[in-house]
């Protein structure tokens, strides 16, 4: 089945980048999303990208693919303290009328003053 | 239309003992998915439906759960016999039907058995 791998922490200053990163080893997934999960509440999707792009930009969001190498990358330029939360990649298949998604581990992403 | 909802927000039970959580759809989704997390884990699909049928079962879902969405809107899902590893947030998402379409999710039960 599919494997989708995260780092589990990153920490960075407030206003620089942060780039979280995801590697996921099923070729024939054709979207890939990101989450962000707050501290007693549900995921929220941020984003998503389907593999047939390279490139994907929302406001400080920067979705980058690399389908050769199976990896997803999600950039959140001039991170802020509310940005602190877990970051879920998610990538799925159109199968049976269903989007089912394999989710990462979830990176932990922690913004200090 | 709040959201996806689902209640109750935390139920601990006794190992051995049956429970049973509700999902309550945003209101024109027809598609309902449900998923298990636990600790320092991302969400595991575990069942989805389109409408009343389900579609679709992981074989994480063992014979001691069911998941059912009787009239296509609400859906419930029933763990018999609670197990210690059945301890997790079971998360219930949402959307329409559509090649690619957003999947809302709700805030989850979390299940605690002692």
């Known amino acids: 089945g599919e494997d989708v791998e995260q780092s589990l922490f990153l920490s960075v200053r407030e206003g620089d980048s942060s780039v979280i990163n995801c590697t996921y080893t099923?070729?024939?997934?054709?979207?890939l999303y990101w989450y962000k999960q707050e501290p007693g509440a549900g995921l929220q999707l941020l984003t998503y990208?389907?593999?047939?792009?390279d490139m994907k930009q929302d406001q400080r969001l920067t979705v980058l693919l690399n389908k050769k190498d199976k990896h997803l990358s999600l950039r959140i330029a001039d991170t802020q303290t509310g940005d602190s939360a877990i970051y879920f990649c998610?990538?799925?298949?159109?199968?049976?009328?269903?989007?089912?998604?394999?989710f990462g581990t979830g990176t932990q992403l922690k913004v200090e003053l | 239309d709040t959201g996806v909802s689902q209640d109750p927000r935390h139920k601990i039970t006794k190992r051995g003992q049956n429970v049973t959580f509700r999902c309550d759809p945003i209101s024109e989704h027809n598609r309902l998915y449900w998923y298990r997390q636990t600790l320092g884990q991302g969400p595991e699909f575990l069942t989805y439906f389109q409408n009343e049928a389900q579609l679709e079962k992981s074989r994480l879902l063992s014979d001691r759960f069911s998941a059912e969405r009787p009239k296509g809107s609400f859906s419930t899902l029933e763990i018999q016999r609670t197990e210690q590893g059945d301890s997790a947030m079971y998360l219930c998402?949402?959307?329409?039907?559509?090649?690619?379409?957003?999947?809302?999710f709700g805030q989850g039960t979390r299940l605690t058995v002692v």
């Open positions: 998402a949402s959307s329409l039907t559509g090649y690619v379409t957003e999947a809302f």
């Open positions: 998610a990538v799925g298949a159109f199968t049976g009328g269903g989007n089912k998604l394999t």
């Open positions: 990208i389907f593999s047939n792009m």
């Open positions: 099923d070729s024939s997934s054709t979207y």
